[in-house]
């Protein structure tokens, strides 16, 4: 069975700085793409950011480029994100899902809660 | 950027049909778009129910089918059930393989 959990959620002030992770099990990680999606309280899905099987290839929302970054570990079957500079427009809940541009999109986390606030 | 609009509410009777639309500020959408559809149910992650247009995960139930019709991506459903009420997003994929998700269609099971 194929499980995203996602952790490292939380209050945070603005200007500040949070790192989400991703634990995959039950898929072959390292063959796969994967993507951070978000979802800000009450709106609509946001395709944040995607990274390929060798880290290779990146890809970011205008929205967060040159504020997130995305990275992965193979061998620990983990994705992260780092969120540097935080606003209150990044609070959302933040999905880690397989797939993205050239793999086809299945397997979603549960999400992980991220509040920018004073 | 490209916006995806879908309608934002659409009410079907428990056993009927409905289709949902999906379109794009660039123009007409075509399978070259690898239109997605995805169901979120309230308190629930997303789940995907078609990508590539036409095509089905193990998960999707039979009634849902995918399609492009006309200029707009389309999902049907056929037979309703009270539990395929949720929100149902739309997924393109713009030039360049930029992802850009429509609005969401609340469905009413009523």
């Known amino acids: 069975e194929v499980q995203l959990v996602e952790s490292g959620g939380g209050l945070v002030q603005p200007g500040g700085s949070l790192r989400l992770s991703c634990a995959a099990s039950?898929?072959?990680?390292?063959?796969?793409?994967l993507s951070w999606v978000r979802q800000a309280p009450g709106k609509g899905l946001e395709w944040l950011s995607q990274i390929s099987s060798s880290s290779s290839t990146m890809y970011f929302e205008d929205s967060v480029k040159g504020r997130f970054t995305i990275s992965r570990d193979n061998a620990k079957n983990s994705l992260y994100l780092q969120m540097n500079s935080l606003r209150a427009e990044d609070t959302a809940v933040y999905y880690c899902?397989?797939?993205?541009?050239?793999?086809?999109?299945?397997?979603w986390g549960q999400g992980t809660l991220v509040t920018v606030s004073s | 950027q490209a916006v995806v609009t879908e309608e934002p509410s659409l009410t079907v009777s428990p056993g009927g049909t409905v289709t949902l639309t999906c379109g794009s500020s660039?123009?007409?959408?075509?399978?070259?778009?690898?239109p997605y559809w995805l169901q979120q149910k309230p308190g629930q992650a997303p789940r995907t129910l078609i990508y590539?247009?036409?095509n089905k995960h193990s998960w999707t139930p039979a009634r849902f089918s995918g399609s492009v019709l006309g200029d707009k991506a389309a999902l049907t459903l056929s037979g309703a059930q009270p539990e395929d009420e949720a929100e149902y997003y739309c997924?393109?994929?713009?030039?360049?393989?930029?992802?850009?998700f429509g609005g969401g269609t609340k469905l009413t099971v009523l």
């Open positions: 660039t123009g007409a959408v075509t399978s070259g778009h690898y």
């Open positions: 039950g898929l072959t990680f390292s063959s796969d793409m």
């Open positions: 590539n247009t036409n």
């Open positions: 899902v397989r797939g993205g541009w050239g793999q086809v999109v299945d397997y």
């Open positions: 997924l393109l994929w713009h030039s360049g393989g930029r992802p850009v």
